[in-house]
C-alpha cells in the first residue's frame, strides 16, 4: 500500500469518526506516524508533525467558525504540506537550458525526453542532447525515445567527451526555445562524475540543473541532493518511479529539508508519465480533494471574518462596527448569515445585505470614517445635521448617507428578532444552543416573520 492509501486511511478516521475525542486523534496521529515512516520519512520530522497535530487538536480557543475536527483535518493537512515542500519554488515557466544530472538508472535519459515533450506541448520548440558519453548504448536510447515522441535530437555517436557534443549541439541547434541535455550517471556520487558535469556545466552554462532520483531511495534522498547541490549548484530536482515506490513521501521529505525544489515527479515509463510537482495538489488528490477544497475555503474565510463569531455576534451590542463587520464577512458566508442559515431565515435576510459589493462596502467604510464613535455606537440617534456633517466630511452626499442608515436598520432588526430566540434559548438551558435554537425556530416556523 503507498503513502497516498495510507494517508488517505488516516485522514479519514479523522474526518469519519463518529466520535471525534482524545482517542481518535491518537489513533489517526498513530497511523499517520506509521504511513510516513512506512514511506521513509525522518522519525525526527515525523515526531515534529505528531506534536504539532497534538498540540492543535488540543487547543482550547479555536478559530472561530471551525469545529474541533475541522481543524485538526486543516493543521494536519498543512503540515503534511510543510513536510513534503509546501513552499517550494516555482516551477520555471520559460526555461531556456536543463541539464539533468544523477547516478545510474536514476530516470535521466527517459526524464529529457519526457521533459521534451512536457514543454513541447506547451509551444516550445525543444531540442535535447545526447551528453552521455559513457555508458554505451546512451545515444540510441535516447535517440528511440525521442523519435517516439517527434522530439529534436542532436548527438555524436562514438564521442567521448560529453563537452564537446555540448559545444557541437549549440551551434546545430540554434533558434530552439529550450534545450534539454542529458548526461552520464555514476555507481555513486564520485569526483569523476563531478569533473565530467563541471565540464558539461562549463560548455553548456544551463540555467537549470536538475538532480533525477528514484523514488526508491527514500531519505537518502537529502544527502545525494546536497552533495550534486555543493558540487554542482543543482537548483532542482526530478523524482521518478513515485509510481513503483512506497518511499517517495521520504524522498519528497528529503529534498525539501535540502532545500531543492522538487518540480516534477516520473509516474511510469511512457513520455507522458510526467506530472508538474504541487505539494498541495499532490495532498489534495490523496485526501480527497472535494472535501478539503471546501474545508480550506472555509478556514480561509474564517480568519477573514475579523473574529467575528456568531456566539459572540449575538451576545453582544450591534452597532454600526459590528454592522460593517457582518456585512464584510456576509459577502463570504459570515456569521449572522451562518445564524440565519441555521434557523433557516436565509431567506428573511433582506436581499440587498446578501448581494452588497465591495464598491458599497468601501463607501459604507468611508462614511463611517467620519462619524463620531458615539454616532457609530448609537446610530439611531443621527438627525439632519449630523447626516450633513457626515456627507460633507466623507465627500458623498446626504442620501448615500441615509442609505447607510437604511441598511444598518434593516439589518438591526434581523439582528433583534436572532436575539430574541436568543434570549429564549439562554432562559431554556443557560447556555447558548445553536441547534435546540434551530429546533425551537422550526416548530415556530408557520408563523412568517416579516423583517422589512
Ligand atoms: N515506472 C517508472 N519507470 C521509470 C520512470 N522513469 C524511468 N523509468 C525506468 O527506469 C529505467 C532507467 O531509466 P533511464 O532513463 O535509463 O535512467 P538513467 O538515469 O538515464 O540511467 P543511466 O543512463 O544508466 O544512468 C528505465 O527502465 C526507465 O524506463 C518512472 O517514472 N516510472
Ligand atoms: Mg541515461
Known amino acids: 500500500m503507498g503513502l497516498g492509501e495510507k494517508l488517505r486511511g488516516a485522514m479519514d478516521s479523522l474526518r469519519k469518526a463518529a466520535v471525534f475525542d482524545k482517542t481518535t486523534i491518537k489513533e489517526a496521529v498513530k497511523e499517520i506516524q506509521r504511513a510516513l515512516i512506512a514511506a521513509d520519512v525522518e522519525v525526527k520530522l515525523v515526531l515534529e508533525l505528531s506534536k504539532r497535530i497534538e498540540k492543535e487538536a488540543a487547543r482550547e480557543k479555536l478559530p472561530a467558525g471551525l469545529s474541533r475536527r475541522e481543524h485538526v483535518v486543516k493543521v494536519t493537512y498543512d503540515a503534511l504540506v510543510e513536510l513534503i515542500g509546501g ?68 548527438g555524436i555517436k562514438k564521442e567521448k567527451r560529453a563537452a564537446k557534443v555540448i559545444e557541437k549541439a549549440l551551434k546545430e541547434m540554434k533558434g530552439f526555445d529550450l534545450l534539454i541535455a542529458d548526461s552520464a550517471g ?45 558540487a554542482v549548484g543543482v537548483n532542482g530536482v526530478i523524482i521518478t518511479r513515485i509510481d513503483g515506490s512506497a518511499k517517495g513521501g521520504g524522498a519528497l521529505s528529503a529534498c525539501h529539508v535540502a532545500k531543492c525544489p522538487v518540480y516534477f515527479l516520473g509516474t511510469g515509463e511512457k513520455l507522458d508519465d510526467l506530472q508538474e510537482f504541487d505539494a498541495e495538489r499532490y495532498l489534495g488528490r490523496i485526501m480527497g480533494y472535494g472535501d478539503l477544497q471546501a474545508l480550506l475555503e472555509k478556514a480561509k474565510e474564517v480568519t477573514e471574518e475579523e473574529e467575528l463569531s456568531p456566539e459572540e455576534l449575538l451576545k453582544g451590542e450591534f452597532n454600526l ?4 463587520k457582518q456585512l464584510k464577512a456576509t459577502r463570504k458566508m459570515g456569521p449572522l448569515t451562518k445564524v440565519a442559515e441555521m434557523l433557516g431565515m436565509k431567506m428573511q435576510m433582506p436581499k440587498e445585505m446578501l448581494e452588497m459589493t465591495e464598491e458599497k462596502l468601501d463607501g459604507f467604510k468611508v462614511m463611517m470614517d467620519s462619524m463620531t464613535k458615539e454616532e457609530k455606537l448609537s446610530p439611531d440617534t443621527m438627525n439632519r445635521s449630523r447626516i450633513q456633517r457626515i456627507a460633507k466630511g466623507s465627500g458623498t452626499s446626504e442620501n448615500q448617507v441615509r442609505e447607510l442608515l437604511k441598511a444598518y436598520k434593516q439589518m438591526s432588526n434581523v439582528f433583534k428578532k436572532f436575539r430574541k430566540l436568543d434570549e429564549k434559548a439562554l432562559q431554556k438551558k443557560g447556555g447558548l444552543d445553536m441547534q435546540k435554537l434551530a429546533q425551537m425556530f422550526g416548530k415556530k416556523k408557520k408563523k412568517k416573520f416579516r423583517i422589512r
Open 321 to 324: 462596527d459590528t454592522f460593517y
Open 186 to 230: 555514476r555507481n555513486a556520487f564520485d569526483k569523476d562524475l563531478v569533473k565530467e558535469i563541471k565540464e558539461i556545466n562549463s560548455a553548456f552554462k544551463p540555467e537549470e540543473k536538475w538532480l533525477v532520483l528514484g523514488a526508491d531511495i527514500g531519505q537518502l534522498a537529502k544527502k545525494q541532493a546536497t552533495a550534486f547541490h555543493d
Open 87 to 154: 513552499t517550494g519554488k516555482k516551477l520555471p515557466e520559460k526555461p531556456k537550458k536543463i541539464l539533468l544530472v544523477g547516478l545510474f538508472g536514476a530516470g535521466k535519459t527517459t526524464t529529457v525526453a519526457k521533459l521534451a515533450k512536457y514543454y513541447m506541448k506547451r509551444g516550445m520548440k525543444v531540442g535535447v542532447i545526447a551528453a552521455d558519453t559513457y555508458r554505451p548504448a546512451a545515444f540510441e536510447q535516447l535517440e528511440q525515445l525521442t523519435g517516439k515522441g517527434r522530439i529534436a535530437f542532436f
